[in-house]
């Protein structure tokens, strides 16, 4: 089987309410599913929502701090409660869902990418490598071992975080492990992001799918102290979208969905985009190995090691990131 059917859930989060995020997320998931989606992905830091007043506000400010208080206490714990309801929406859709969290590790936050397998399985887990710009106030660096690819029955997943997806070498290291389908979360809503998803599809010979959020000042409860200064009504967008499914030849199969909440669904072709390798191959026939070469380490960057036993082979691997933390 290499058609399937995948779903960008474009959809406003409740601002920095895990719970009630995750609430709407499990409805949003059996709808996709619904509509055949065996593939479902949402925006980057979905649950319990993006932190969007890093751009907004004066660093260590009285108020951010407030926020990001507030941002600690509704993130999300891999495993915990969250990420385990998440994972029985995942099993009750029959689907594989990535969503995008803000995930907490002892004392600091990760933007992360979970994916959970239609068993409800947490199958693998990206933490976005380099925040950007005002990000860098909240969110901590990931490392090496989360950078990796899922089998599934019908092809290989994984992706990339917002502007991870402008660093090449990192697309580089997604294509040369044989991804076929490609997800971009992102907060990112310039006219540029829609064509930056066309080229790596091109690129990389593979499926790629945005999944943007949509989400207005008036989003932001009244109870948040400070909204008013940061945030106006309808007219304010914080982000108006840009979900769409993008072919390996780079056209657009779906979407984009700009200024309006909706799931945006269309069937992909795994062995169609193997097939286009035969013409443009990044990492086999058009590689010139002998000319360029990527070394990726992989291996986890715990903050301590501790030699007081033998060595659990298991607590070596990406799916144990955060053990040591």
Request: charge should be negative.
């Amino acid at each position: 089987m290499t058609k399937v059917t995948v779903a960008a859930v474009q959809a406003s989060p409740v601002f920095l309410d895990r719970d009630a995020t995750v609430d709407k997320a499990v409805g949003l998931i059996a709808e996709a599913a619904d509509a055949g989606a065996r593939v479902i992905a949402f925006a980057e830091s979905f649950v319990p929502t993006y932190p969007d007043w890093v751009w907004r506000s004066r660093p260590y400010d009285d108020g951010p701090s407030r926020w990001y208080e507030r941002l600690f206490d509704q993130a999300v714990e891999i495993p915990g409660p969250a990420s385990r309801r998440l994972g029985e929406a995942a099993q009750q859709a029959g689907a594989y869902v990535a969503m995008g969290v803000t995930e907490r590790a002892g004392g600091t936050l990760y933007n992360t990418l979970v994916w959970f397998d239609p068993e409800g399985e947490v199958a693998l887990r990206h933490r976005k490598l380099m925040p950007t710009g005002g990000e860098r106030l909240v969110w901590g660096m990931g490392d090496g071992s989360t950078l990796q690819v899922l089998d599934t029955p019908f092809g290989r997943l994984g992706g990339l975080i917002c502007w991870e997806n402008y660093m090449p070498l990192a697309r580089f290291a997604m294509y040369a492990q044989g991804i076929d389908v490609y997800l971009a979360p992102t907060w990112d809503n310039s006219e540029t992001w829609v064509p930056t998803l066309r080229h790596i599809a091109k690129e990389g010979r593979c499926h790629v799918v945005g999944i943007t959020a949509c989400l207005r000042g008036s989003d932001v409860p009244a109870d948040i102290e400070g909204r008013d200064e940061l945030y106006a009504g309808d007219d304010d967008w914080m982000s108006k979208g840009n979900s769409c499914v993008v072919d390996p030849e780079g056209e657009l199969l779906a979407g984009p969905l700009v200024g309006a909440e909706g799931i945006v669904t269309a069937e992909v072709d795994v062995g169609a985009a193997r097939r286009s390798r035969r013409v443009f191959d990044p990492v086999g026939h058009y590689a010139r190995p002998d000319v360029f070469r990527l070394e990726v380490d992989r291996r986890p960057k715990p903050p301590a090691a501790f030699t007081d036993r033998d060595p659990d082979p298991a607590e070596a691997g990406a799916d144990d990131i955060g053990r040591w933390r």
